[in-house]
């Protein structure tokens, strides 16, 4: 498979390629181009014609475009599941269902093209400008770069090409390496819908073609989704050109069950927030589980009773529950947080065996706070679960990791919704559900190391966009 670059299919400048494997089998599926500098260099000054032609677009065209892709996706839904169950290596329902979302949020952004609305402020409460209006408009912001992570690669891209796309600017989509090919065909019905050449191009390769779009000048702006580490990096390299950065990075999410929960409630939520979503490769997915101590052996017994009934195998099997992860590499880092955590005095309670990119759902107790077993992030199927004894406790455990994404809390106590609502650090706090939900119509991003932003269909074409206002002195009222 190719890349897209200008408005053409084309092979790297170099002719390297990277190899696209099945992280359930490691077969071979695909070969796509690995980018270089020139690949880059070119894309970014092609994307100086894109960015006119599409501010220039209005915005029921905009919409038009948008929306004919959304119909195109769900009449190929099936298709474009399997392809990224294949490179993903998620469960087929969920890849499926990825897709349907995918469909739902170029919908979204489609509409809310027609939405990008500025204000009219009166000045009256400025002395001396009584008479004065300002009105204010948003405008694109020029090329957006889009660099997009494995996880939920078709979902996380349409959130950044299509918003970038309503807002009315060029974008340059850099793909996941290990999982591109579902990106890429999605990327051809934005072509064949009638975009303007190089409005939106992709590019595959490394970790150098997203550090060489953050170094241009051409980008305005970086839209990223992916690991702390990765943010730090493009913070610091964006800041030689001043061009606006929006992450949503890592994630350590801490739900709190209180005594009074429904426990059958909570451990299904617990396994399918953890296990069943994404084989754990989620930044929201659900990471810490604080139990309070009087129900805490009740759930832990439920919670591997379920645990044990899951089914490892092929994601492209309906009875398979948990696929593998990524590629060796992700599974390394997993089984190695598992071995720091037994070192530093955890217990696995099931699971903890590896196979290949295959690990087994695993149940961690006495993870001891301070360790990194409790304060990282593990991206994989790895469930701790501690006991607290006041919920205040339970609190300032949950703040207690440099990350700020979500949080839940199982009760029936309404105060205790609404002190956790005050007191966690995080972006959003959800009750009686697992962490591992995003809702696209909702502001979506964290605190501390989680991320600088949110994103959402009602948010991003605001980060997408400039704001300019026109100041109209003196032109209420009677003449002088």
């Excluded at 949080?407 to 009686?432: K, P």
Aim: contains cysteine; negative net charge; glycine residues 8%.
């Amino acid at each position: 498979m190719d890349m897209l670059i200008d408005d053409g299919w084309t092979a790297a400048a170099t002719g390297a390629v990277d190899p696209v494997l099945n992280p359930a089998t490691n077969d071979r599926i695909a070969d796509v181009p690995r980018a270089g500098a020139a690949d880059v260099a070119r894309a970014v000054a092609a994307a100086q014609g894109g960015r006119v032609a599409m501010a220039a677009l209005p915005a029921h065209r905009r919409y038009e475009l948008l929306e004919a892709v959304a119909r195109r996706i769900e009449a190929n839904q099936l298709e474009l599941g399997k392809l990224l169950c294949r490179e993903n290596g998620k469960r087929l329902a969920e890849t499926t269902a990825e897709i349907g979302v995918t469909a739902r949020i170029f919908r979204g952004y489609a509409e809310e093209a027609k939405r990008l609305f500025g204000k009219s402020v009166p000045l009256d409460a400025i002395p001396g400008r009584e008479r004065s209006l300002a009105i204010t408009r948003h405008e694109p912001l020029g090329v957006v770069a889009a660099i997009v992570p494995f996880n939920y690669p078709a979902e996380l891209w349409s959130h950044k090409v299509a918003g970038g796309l309503a807002a009315g600017n060029a974008v340059i989509t850099k793909a996941p390496e290990d999982c591109p090919l579902t990106i890429i065909e999605i990327s051809r019905y934005l072509q064949e819908a009638g975009l303007p050449p190089a409005a939106h191009q992709l590019l595959t390769g490394g970790r150098d073609v997203g550090e060489a779009l953050v170094r241009s000048d051409g980008v305005q702006m970086i839209s990223m989704t992916g690991s702390t580490a990765a943010g730090r990096r493009i913070l610091e390299v964006a800041a030689a050109t001043l061009k606006k950065v929006q992450l949503e990075l890592g994630g350590n999410d801490a739900t709190i069950v209180c005594a009074d929960a429904d426990l059958d409630h909570v451990a299904a939520a617990l396994v399918a927030g953890r296990f069943t979503s994404g084989n754990g490769q989620i930044c929201c997915a659900v990471k810490r589980v604080l139990v309070e101590r009087p129900v805490f052996e009740a759930l832990l017994d439920k919670v591997v009773q379920r645990t044990a009934q899951l089914k490892l195998g092929d994601p492209m099997l309906a009875d398979t529950d948990v696929g593998p992860l990524i590629n060796a590499r992700a599974a390394d880092r997993v089984e190695a947080q598992v071995v720091q955590a037994v070192a530093d005095g955890a217990r696995i309670r099931i699971g903890g065996s590896r196979k290949d990119n295959f690990f087994a759902p695993t149940v961690l107790t006495d993870v001891q706070p301070g360790t990194p077993g409790f304060e990282d992030e593990t991206f994989g199927p790895v469930l701790p679960l501690i006991p607290f004894d006041r919920f205040e406790e339970a609190l300032d455990l949950a703040n207690a990791t440099p990350f700020g994404l979500q949080a839940a809390i199982f009760t029936r106590d309404i105060r205790r919704v609404m002190r956790a609502y005050e007191r966690l650090d995080v972006g959003t706090v959800v009750v009686n559900h697992t962490t591992a939900v995003r809702v696209e119509t909702l502001p979506f991003g964290g605190n501390k190391w989680s991320g600088n932003s949110r994103e959402g269909i009602h948010d991003t074409l605001l980060h997408m966009s400039k704001e300019k206002t026109l100041l109209l002195t003196d032109v209420l009222g009677p003449e002088a």
